[in-house]
């Protein structure tokens, strides 16, 4: 009986130190990794639908900010001029992954880095604007989404005179500084001779050319507008807007947001989804897979937004026809 004793208080003691060493060794455990992303905006903010797709999405997949996630972001609040700075300070941090919201910023990440993963997320055609030399293999560190706008500015300008039939002058926002837009002014001149259209282009490199735009645009008369895909204009819509607003002038946009915010109709590819996609390609390359090995996606869905609101301050009635082929008419 004594014997068993013994080994009873043995048995309790150890059994006691096993209890006394188990939190400690959980808290020895090395803590969960923390991926760290860099977004590199040309003209969103924050806080823009866009780069909320992005978070949710990653979200979904199971990145949490404050909890296995950290991401850094940065906009040059459409002053191309800051992007190189920007992509500097971000590079230096070390991220795992860059994301890069457009053609500008994708070209100044790739020339910042060739070792950090860059994914896509708005850049319009990877290819043509020499970002990557095949959608397919894009090779190297860099891969993502791909919204293709330079075959869209035909057809937005199709559009553009369904919605006004009798417009013959339209006058058309662009930046010659972009890669792409040197691609999207050969379509859309292409179009506007099948169309019997006049185009009057305005360049547009930063927002203090807006004014002197402006100006032109009144004293050519131009009947109509439309803007190209840029982080300047994105950024700077309101001044846009209400210029279109005051002239009395229907114009088309290449993104939704711009006809959230009051303009009259926008054509082209749906951000948000760009953004959502490319969460699945940071998820894929922090789980392991090379940048340069995964094709990158082209845009399939495009969206055609009418806001009748405006339409009805400009005095516009939108053809019945047009309206029938809206994903969205806003009243």
């Not at 013959?168 to 179009?191: F, I």
């Not at 947001?257 to 390359?285: H, Q, T, W």
Request: hydrophobic fraction near 45%; include cysteine.
């Amino acid at each position: 009986m004594k014997t068993d004793y013994r080994l009873e208080r043995f048995l309790a003691a150890v059994l006691a130190c096993a209890l006394l060493v188990a939190p400690l060794t959980g808290e020895a455990q090395a803590p969960a990794k923390v991926w760290k992303v860099a977004v590199l905006s040309g003209g969103q903010l924050r806080s823009s639908a866009s780069v909320r797709a992005l978070e949710q999405r990653l979200a979904e997949l199971g990145y949490v900010e404050g909890r296995n996630l950290l991401i850094d972001f940065r906009t040059a609040g459409g002053q191309v001029d800051r992007l190189p700075a920007l992509t500097a300070e971000l590079v230096g941090r070390r991220p795992d992954v860059f994301v890069v919201s457009s053609t500008q910023t994708a070209l100044v990440a790739k020339n910042a880095t060739q070792t950090i993963p860059i994914v896509l997320a708005g850049v319009g055609d990877p290819v043509g604007s020499g970002i990557v030399s095949s959608l397919g293999r894009p090779g190297g560190n860099i891969t993502g989404a791909s919204l293709l706008n330079a075959e869209l500015s035909g057809k937005g300008l199709q559009l553009l005179k369904d919605a006004v039939p009798a417009v013959s002058r339209v006058a058309v926002l662009s930046d010659s500084g972009n890669r792409l837009h040197r691609e999207v002014r050969a379509a859309t001149e292409a179009a506007a001779e099948t169309l019997k259209v006049s185009l009057q282009f305005f360049d547009v490199r930063g927002p203090d050319d807006l004014p002197k735009a402006f100006d032109a645009i009144t004293r050519q008369r131009a009947a109509a507008l439309l803007v190209l895909p840029d982080a300047v204009t994105l950024a700077h819509r309101a001044p846009i807007l209400d210029f279109t607003a005051r002239q009395r002038l229907p114009a088309l946009y290449p993104f939704r947001e711009m006809v959230d915010d009051g303009g009259l109709m926008c054509y082209g590819p749906n951000l948000a989804e760009n953004f959502r996609a490319a969460a699945g390609y940071v998820d894929k390359i922090l789980k392991g897979a090379k940048a340069g090995d995964l094709p990158i996606a082209q845009a399939t869905k495009f969206d055609l937004v009418i806001n009748i609101k405006t339409a009805k301050t400009l005095g516009l009635t939108i053809p019945q026809s047009l309206l029938l082929r809206a994903d969205q008419v806003i009243d």
